[in-house]
């Protein structure tokens, strides 16, 4: 998923964070009478096949029958409602996911629809098409109750005269374009009124609304911005480019666009680097691909920037984020494992001449299930997926596996030899889907967890809220860290590492950093000086911390988090066993450490994921209590 860049150099020291560099590379590059020249008219844009014929030539015959039968299965379902109560759930009892298995059951159908019928082009989805569009025109709001608190009402019931701007509303948006664009003769035949609808709710909801920019964090010019940015833009770009016919409203509202994805790359930092992790990526530096690839196909590939470096360092990052199989490197909101998009991955490394990220999609593609169903978010992406998936390279590739990576603005490290894998991070307290994780790591061998970041729980309305921290899964007590003083870190740009060092070498690969900083004073720490080091000769990882403590009103603790079965019978080496039966172990000092074994919480609307996440193995904390009572000292644990 991303482009190399291999740093083989000594230690390097890295204390920079993600800042806006107003690096404006579409708008340096194109002005607005350029794209006014390149711009294809909207009655000529066809960025996607319309014939029965086309498609045919396109989708494998298995794939087509698949695709029909779940339209005949749509064709025959009444259509989900839409109620209020649906939208006051949200504030009623924190759940949003009834809410979305309806809003998002919804559009997913529509385009299996409209899908099926361009495919088959006997008309007989139409009439539930039309049914399908105006039940979602006629919904007051586009997106999720969650995402409500930017109107001004900040209520579970959105205001009518007050639209606004968020991802499902862009997705909502992009699906009528589709429709329109599919299947708008057919709907014309029907009533004129169709498309007008169309028209008028996308432009009401969503294109005029998202032009108060100053109302958005996600398009903010002076702090760094999300995967909201091109996740929106991607699909609101699509949209306008689709249905305005007015081409000097059309190209002022395309132009607006391109200024508001640069955001993205603006807020990034030189490295380039997804701080909110390989699954947010999908949704941000792959988002932006999307947008690229929208206004390329709608300015005849003259308006494209995929030869800048610095996108394709973008790009590279989710390779470089690999462990093995389906599991990725998970700090922060991240999910442990994904079945990465390997067409959009290939087409990716296409369209920059990336020669590791091409061969990361086709293996991808080759290993999963390839992502050419219409359902679930980025449908035009899928659309994307759908033109390229008969030319997908055929012949079976080894995995490629990649050296060592530093990226030093998100102060993430990788580093593989052979079967084994680790990584670790520095950063700050305020990332984008914190968890207050300074300093934690993650060890994995032949493929297997060993040592882990738990992950990420049910979004509720606690995730996004001032109790978000009460969450276990969010709290430095709950990653491979210590509690200090009966103090875990806190939240909040303030607290940060720092004297970040880097180190990459055939020998040995790690950072050292001083956790002070991301503690609150009540730790009563001067200094905590920690290294993590990923030792290629001994084929082990060495955790060392040194201290130093202004007073010691309680003991120091060091958690570690994993899946395997544990043996605490040996003392000084806690026994690890992975799923596959390959044995590990934590060696420590144990005339210095208690070892306690501890299973976090899998009740509760926030936590059930758990029960489920890694593969139905139960995440369990490894507590080590020291025994010293000084102030200063240093402590070393081994795993291998």
Request: contains cysteine.
């Amino acid at each position: 998923m991303k482009n190399p860049i291999l740093f083989i150099a000594l230690l390097v020291t890295q204390i920079a964070y993600a800042q806006v560099t107003p690096r404006n590379f579409l708008a340096k590059a194109f002005s607005k009478e350029m794209v006014q020249q390149a711009l294809v008219s909207q009655k000529d844009y066809a960025p996607y096949p319309k014939t029965r014929d086309a498609w045919m030539a396109i989708i494998p015959a298995k794939e087509q029958a698949e695709l029909i039968q779940r339209a005949e299965k749509i064709l025959k379902a009444p259509i989900p409602i839409m109620d209020a109560s649906l939208l006051m759930e949200y504030v009623r009892s924190g759940d949003r996911e009834e809410h979305g298995k309806v809003s998002f059951g919804k559009r997913n159908n529509l385009m299996e629809l409209v899908l099926a019928e361009t495919l088959e082009d006997k008309g007989r989805f139409t009439e539930k098409i039309m049914n399908y569009v105006w039940n979602i025109c006629e919904e007051t709001y586009w997106g999720v109750p969650a995402h409500l608190s930017v109107q001004k009402a900040r209520s579970g019931m959105p205001d009518v005269e007050d639209p606004t701007v968020d991802l499902f509303g862009a997705e909502t948006a992009a699906g009528l374009a589709l429709t329109d664009y599919f299947v708008g003769a057919k709907l014309d035949k029907i009533s004129k009124l169709l498309r007008q609808r169309i028209y008028y709710e996308v432009n009401k909801k969503i294109l005029i609304p998202i032009l108060n920019q100053k109302r958005y964090g996600w398009l903010s010019k002076t702090n760094p911005v999300n995967n909201w940015n091109p996740w929106i833009v991607s699909n609101v770009m699509l949209a306008n480019l689709l249905l305005e016919k007015n081409e000097t409203t059309r190209l002022s509202h395309l132009y607006t666009h391109m200024n508001y994805l640069d955001l993205y790359f603006n807020g990034l930092g030189d490295d380039a680097g997804c701080d909110e992790g390989p699954s947010y990526w999908f949704a941000a530096g792959a988002s932006a691909f999307d947008a690229l690839q929208v206004l390329a196909s709608a300015t005849g590939d003259k308006c494209q920037i995929y030869q800048e470096p610095f996108i394709q360092k973008m790009a590279s990052y989710v390779y470089k984020m690999h462990i093995s199989n389906d599991y990725f490197v998970n700090f922060a909101d991240a999910d442990p494992t994904l079945k990465p998009d390997g067409i959009m991955l290939y087409r990716f490394g296409k369209a920059l001449n990336d020669a590791p990220l091409m061969a990361f999609g086709q293996w991808a593609n080759q290993q999963f299930e390839p992502a050419i169903t219409i359902g679930g978010y980025q449908k035009h992406r899928h659309l994307w997926n759908l033109m390229a998936y008969a030319n997908m390279p055929k012949d079976k590739v080894p995995y490629p596996a990649l050296g060592d990576y530093w990226f030093q603005d998100i102060q993430v490290i990788t580093s593989r030899k052979g079967s084994q894998f680790f990584a670790a991070h520095g950063g700050h307290n305020a990332e984008s889907h914190n968890h207050n994780d300074i300093g934690d790591f993650v060890y994995y061998d032949k493929g297997e967890p060993v040592i882990i970041d738990a992950g990420r729980g049910n979004y509720t309305a606690r995730t996004f809220s001032a109790q978000r921290y009460s969450l276990w899964f969010t709290q430095s007590e709950y990653h491979n860290l210590p509690f200090i003083n009966g103090q875990g870190q806190k939240a909040g740009r303030s607290f940060e590492a720092s004297a970040v060092q880097s180190n990459l070498s055939d020998k040995s690969s790690g950072i050292t950093l001083d956790l002070a900083k991301a503690y609150p004073v009540e730790a009563g720490i001067k200094t905590w000086k920690r290294s993590l080091q990923f030792n290629k000769v001994k084929n082990q990882v060495e955790l060392k911390d040194q201290y130093e403590l202004g007073a010691l009103t309680q003991p120091v603790q060091q958690a570690f988090m994993t899946l395997c079965s544990i043996d605490t019978s040996t003392p000084g080496k806690l026994g690890l066993k992975t799923s596959t039966g390959d044995a590990h172990e934590i060696q420590y000092d144990a005339k210095k450490w208690t070892v306690a074994i501890d299973l976090p919480s899998t009740e509760g609307p926030e936590y059930r994921s758990f029960k489920t996440k890694w593969a139905n193995r139960p995440v369990q904390r490894i507590i080590f209590t020291s025994k010293d009572s000084s102030t200063k000292g240093t402590y070393q644990f081994v795993i291998k």
